[in-house]
């Protein structure tokens, strides 16, 4: 408990330039293992490897103490060489950005595209009943972002399979090899998409995929010639995830590759392939003094695949990685 503490006291005087939470300028620091984030809840973590750098971003849990829901107001962008040392860059994404949205700033994905980044997240519809999701758009990977459409891309009212109002969460975006990029997305469901070219408008019908015990963040990976879609399992959450040759499926359903993240309901993953090796981000509820489903952290581990592209079980660490360099400790 006194480590835990005095590491997040340290962090803390790194970024003494900063109010809880609202970072006034970059913030540098160095993770020492799990959760990587110390000086604030972060959630829902999604990553992307741009020119030599991992590229985090992440939700931003700010419920006040024993406040039981979600409380979050802006996305987050960290920035990092070897996944050890990382520059958490000046709020990049804000729910105010997007004027047709009311609060609820839930599950995102950056992707890139022709120089340009496009930002994709869940949020409360101001007038549309329900969760939607829209896109931003920046020149460069840490902002400033904008509203791409100036609208939601999706809406509840264009989702009839389910009838809760929160289906249209939590989504994900890849690119074939051929150029079609694809959006997926869902609670409850899972859905997905063609997007166009210009990333910003649907290319043709919703469909769905039937996955067992599906909950919601789905992942969309590819490696050694497979396509991994991982998603939360159940609730509380586990992380399982199935496995293709071809985006379109069909999708053979693999089994569980995260056990639930100790004291947090969600687990919310994302897969990358940096340097040489494979990294899961996830979030758990282990950071003093309010953790919890509500107050989560982002944390790091390996990920490893068998020959035949099947993936071990993902074992959490406090310890975290080491990073990409031996130097970096
Ligand atoms: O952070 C709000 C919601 O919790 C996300 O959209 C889900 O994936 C779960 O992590």
Redesign the pocket.
């Known amino acids: 408990m006194l480590f835990k503490i005095l590491r997040y006291c340290s962090v803390a005087l790194v970024s003494c330039s900063l109010a809880y939470g609202h970072a006034s300028r970059d913030t540098v620091f160095k993770s020492n293992g799990n959760p990587i984030i110390t000086y604030k809840y972060t ?2 973590p999604a990553a992307m490897v741009y020119k030599g750098q991992v590229y985090l971003y992440t ?1 931003h ?1 700010e419920a006040p103490k024993n406040v039981n829901r ?1 409380v ?1 107001h802006n996305w987050t962008c960290f920035s990092s060489p070897d996944m050890v040392n990382w520059t958490e860059h000046n709020i990049p994404l804000n729910i105010k950005d997007f004027a047709w949205a009311k609060d ?1 700033a ?2 995102s994905q950056v992707i890139e595209r022709n120089g340009k980044f496009y930002w994709y997240v ?1 949020v409360e519809h101001t007038t549309i009943p329900g969760k939607a999701i829209g896109v931003a758009v920046s020149d460069s990977p840490t902002g400033p972002f904008k509203d791409a459409r100036g609208s939601a891309l999706i809406t509840n009212d264009m989702t009839t399979e389910k009838k809760h109002r929160w289906d249209n ?2 989504p994900t975006v890849m690119i074939d090899d051929d150029g079609q990029a694809y959006l997926f997305w869902g ?1 409850g469901i899972c859905y997905y998409a063609r997007l166009k070219s210009n990333m910003i408008e649907l290319d043709g019908p919703i469909k769905s995929i039937v996955l067992p015990k599906y909950t ?2 789905p992942w969309i990976h590819k490696h050694n010639g497979w396509y991994y879609l991982s998603y ?1 399992y159940e609730f509380p ?1 586990k992380i399982a995830y199935a496995m293709s040759r071809n985006i379109n499926g069909p999708w053979v359903y693999k089994g569980i590759i995260n056990e639930i993240a100790g004291n947090s309901n ?3 993953q994302a897969i990358i392939d940096f340097k040489g090796k494979t990294y899961f981000i996830y ?1 758990n509820g282990a950071l003093v003094p309010d953790a919890g489903s509500f107050h ?1 952290s982002v944390c790091i581990d390996y990920l490893y695949y068998n020959k035949d592209g099947t993936i071990k079980r993902v074992i959490m660490t406090s310890e975290g990685v080491e990073g990409t360099k031996n130097n970096v400790k």
Do not use: F
């Open positions: 959630a829902d939700g849990d979600y979050m609820d839930w599950a869940a969460i939590d609670n919601e963040a939360a959450e969600t687990n919310h979030h989560r």
